[in-house]
């Protein structure tokens, strides 16, 4: 499937198979398909234009890393993010909250090389940051 045809109003929420049909590619079993947006927030990110379950927002991320055991996809993503919902105190993050902090995590992943995303001729390294910001401002 062409991405620059692709119509984002049949995204549903099989992410995985809107993952799969995007790029064009199958999931390689040690990774998970994971948000990079977290799916907590998908109402106060879809009233901002943000699917969650947009394909350009989702990366396969490694599962489990083989030297350490170490649960990636648990303590390096979901482990931090519950971390930093924790000090809103209850309330909401908005949306730029949200999209500020992930393109933080990312980057500072990369800079470390701990960002454990599948590397294939098909997929993205990084999430294009600037597309997200268009969507934060209605466009797109």
């Known amino acids: 499937m062409d991405p620059n045809k692709w119509?984002?109003?049949r995204w549903g929420t099989n992410y995985r198979?809107?993952?799969?049909?995007y790029y064009g590619t199958t999931r390689d079993p040690v990774y998970q398909v994971h948000h990079?947006?977290?799916?907590?927030?998908r109402g106060i990110l879809a009233k901002a234009n943000i699917n969650v379950d947009d394909p350009?927002?989702?990366?396969?991320?490694?599962?489990k890393d083989k030297e350490t055991g170490t649960l990636v996809h648990q303590r390096l993503y979901t482990d931090v993010?519950?971390?930093?919902?924790?000090?809103?105190?209850?309330?909401?993050?908005?949306?730029?909250d949200i999209v500020k902090f992930a393109k933080?995590?990312?980057?500072?992943y990369a800079i470390e090389g701990t960002l454990f995303y599948r590397v294939d001729t098909n997929l993205p390294s990084t999430v294009d940051w600037n597309m997200v910001e268009q969507l934060l401002q209605g466009g797109l």
């Open 81 to 96: 993010w519950n971390n930093w919902a924790k000090g809103f105190e209850g309330r909401n993050p908005t949306a730029r």
């Open 36 to 41: 990079t947006l977290p799916q907590t927030w």
């Open 17 to 21: 198979a809107n993952y799969e049909g």
């Open 104 to 108: 933080q995590l990312e980057e500072q």
């Open 56 to 63: 350009r927002l989702l990366r396969e991320v490694l599962i």
């Open 7 to 9: 119509d984002p109003s």
